[in-house]
C-alpha cells in the first residue's frame, strides 16, 4: 500500500495535556501535510512541511519530519477539548500530478 | 465561492440506480480532485482534475464510476448502477494548481448510502 500510517489510530487525554501523533510512509516526498477532520465531514489543512524541512510550528501544533526515517509527527500542545477530531497525514510524492497518499488517521479526545 | 460547495450533502438511493454528485471549486483552482472515504478509515483517491482534463483517473474503482469537469468549474462524478459497498463519504478537494505548496481545500462530502 502507498498510503501513509498513522499511530496511534485512538488516543485520549484530558484538557492540558499534549498530544502527539505519528505518520510513517514509505517513499520519497514532497512534502508531508496534516489535515483535520471532524465527524466524518470534510478535512481542514493544518499545516504542510517539506521535504527539506525538519520541523515548523503553526499556533499550539508543531510537526517534525525525518526523511531517514520517512516518518513525521504532529504535536498539539496543552490540548483543548475542541481539539477532538481525527487527525490525517498525507504526502505528496511530488511524480503524481499534486495526488495527496492519505493515512487512515488517528482520534484524538479531548476530555473536559 | 469561498470555499468548495458539493451537493448533495446526504443522498440515499437504491441500489442500481445512478447518482450524480456535484462539485464547486474555489474560483481559479485550476486543479480538483475527488476521494471516497468509508467509515472509519483513510481516504482513497478516486480521480483528479487539472483544468477539465483528467491525467489521473487510475482511483476510479470500476467503469461504473465516471467523472468530467467542465472547464476550470464545476466537476461531477456518477455512479451507474450504484451497489452497496459505494456507500462511502465522497469528499472533493481544490488547490491552487497541482503539487501545491498550500494544501487541499475540502468540501464537507457527499454522504452516500445505497439501500
Known amino acids: 500500500s502507498q498510503q501513509g500510517e498513522e499511530d496511534p489510530q485512538a488516543l485520549s487525554i484530558q484538557e492540558g495535556e499534549n498530544a502527539t501523533m505519528n505518520c510513517s510512509y514509505k517513499?520519497?516526498?514532497?512534502?508531508l501535510q496534516w489535515y483535520r477532520q471532524n465527524s466524518g465531514r470534510g478535512l481542514v489543512h493544518l499545516i504542510l512541511?517539506?521535504?527539506?524541512?525538519r520541523e515548523k510550528h503553526s499556533g499550539r501544533l508543531r510537526v517534525t519530519l525525518d526523511t531517514s526515517k520517512k516518518s513525521s509527527s504532529l504535536l498539539i500542545t496543552a490540548s483543548r477539548a475542541a481539539d477532538t477530531a481525527s487527525y490525517f497525514c498525507?504526502?505528496?510524492?511530488?511524480?503524481?500530478?499534486?495526488?495527496?497518499?492519505f493515512g487512515r488517521g488517528t482520534q484524538l479526545t479531548v476530555w473536559p | 465561492g469561498a470555499g468548495v460547495s458539493q451537493s448533495p450533502s446526504n443522498k440515499v438511493t437504491e441500489k442500481g440506480k445512478d447518482v450524480e454528485l456535484r462539485c464547486d471549486p474555489i474560483?481559479?483552482?485550476?486543479?480538483l480532485y475527488w476521494y471516497r472515504q468509508r467509515l472509519g478509515q483513510g481516504l482513497e483517491f478516486l480521480i483528479y482534475?487539472?483544468?477539465?482534463?483528467?491525467?489521473?483517473k487510475s482511483g476510479l474503482p470500476s467503469d461504473r464510476f465516471s467523472a468530467e469537469r467542465t472547464g476550470e468549474s464545476v466537476s461531477t462524478l456518477t455512479i451507474q448502477r450504484t451497489q452497496q459497498e459505494d456507500s462511502a463519504v465522497y469528499l472533493c478537494?481544490?488547490?491552487?494548481?497541482?503539487?501545491?505548496?498550500?494544501?487541499?481545500?475540502f468540501g464537507s462530502g457527499t454522504r452516500l448510502t445505497v439501500v
Open positions: 478537494a481544490s488547490s491552487p494548481r497541482p503539487l501545491s505548496d498550500y494544501g487541499y481545500t
Open positions: 517513499t520519497s516526498i514532497n512534502n
Open positions: 512541511i517539506r521535504s527539506n524541512e
Open positions: 498525507a504526502y505528496d510524492r511530488g511524480s503524481t500530478l499534486g495526488r495527496l497518499y
Open positions: 474560483s481559479g483552482h485550476t486543479a
Open positions: 482534475f487539472q483544468g477539465n482534463s483528467a491525467p489521473d
